[in-house]
Antibody, heavy 117, light 107 residues
Framework: QVQLQESGPGLVKPSETLSLTCTVS????????WSWIRQPPGKGLEWIGY???????NYNPSLKSRVTMSVDTSKNQFSLKLSSVTAADTAVYYC???????????WGQGTLVTVSS | DIQMTQSPSTLSASVGDRVTITCRAS??????LAWYQQKPGKAPKLLIY???SLESGVPSRFSGSGSGTEFTLTISSPQPDDFATYYC?????????FGGGTKVEIK
């Protein structure tokens, strides 16, 4: 059964770049849309964007200027970079697999990233 | 962006009561609506997509209905494991957007 696992620093300083990687435990990454979603503590869910296995991307316009996603199918990994972070970017970040790019059918366990000096 | 509004934000119910959660979209999304369940400290779990299609493995006491701008999630006879927070999400257009959540508590 496919599982997703986020990894990366749990603490990032303001103005720096948040970097996370998601490892897909088994199975090919082909034909799926690999997504990132975040949830500030005690709040709702925000879609960050997706990267298709081929490398094409679709980002939330509210974050587009600061987001970069990449995929490495040989390592079964995809990654998120969010630049110029502020305290407002403090959240649990989930990596996920989306069917057709729109329905989130499989989620990682999530990782809390705190932005603080 | 399409705005998704859920009501109520909190709901108290007893085991076995019928529970209904409403989700409204700021514009028509046809039937492109999903529902997720989230328990504290855990990732959301997909329950329903395309308004009424039950995800594999989800108990049949969960059902969804609606189209256009108004949708409902019904739990016919909630079990103790069902007390959680529920989110709707439109999957009609990008950016994908979620409702604010409905917390279902035990009365």
């Amino acid at each position: 059964q496919v599982q997703l696992q986020e990894s990366g620093p749990g603490l990032v300083k303001p103005s720096e770049t948040l970097s996370l990687t998601c490892t897909v435990s088994s199975g090919a990454m082909n034909s799926y849309y690999w997504s990132w979603i975040r949830q500030p503590p005690g709040k709702g869910l925000e879609w960050i964007g997706y990267i298709y296995y081929s490398g094409s991307t679709n980002y939330n316009p509210s974050l587009k200027s600061r987001v970069t996603m990449s995929v490495d199918t040989s390592k079964n990994q995809f990654s998120l970079k969010l630049s110029s972070v502020t305290a407002a970017d403090t959240a649990v970040y989930y990596c996920a697999r989306a069917v057709g790019g729109t329905v989130i059918s499989l989620w990682g366990q999530g990782t809390l990233v705190t932005v603080s000096s | 962006d399409i705005q998704m509004t859920q009501s109520p934000s909190t709901l108290s119910a007893s085991v076995g009561d019928r529970v209904t959660i409403t989700c409204r979209a700021s514009q028509s999304i046809s039937s492109w609506l999903a529902w997720y369940q989230q328990k504290p400290g855990k990732a959301p779990k997909l329950l329903i997509y395309k308004a009424s299609s039950l995800e594999s493995g989800v108990p049949s006491r969960f059902s969804g209905s609606g189209s256009g701008t108004e949708f409902t999630l019904t739990i016919s006879s909630p079990q103790p494991d069902d007390f959680a927070t529920y989110y709707c999400q439109q999957h009609n257009s990008y950016p994908l957007t979620f409702g604010g959540g409905t917390k279902v508590e035990i009365k």
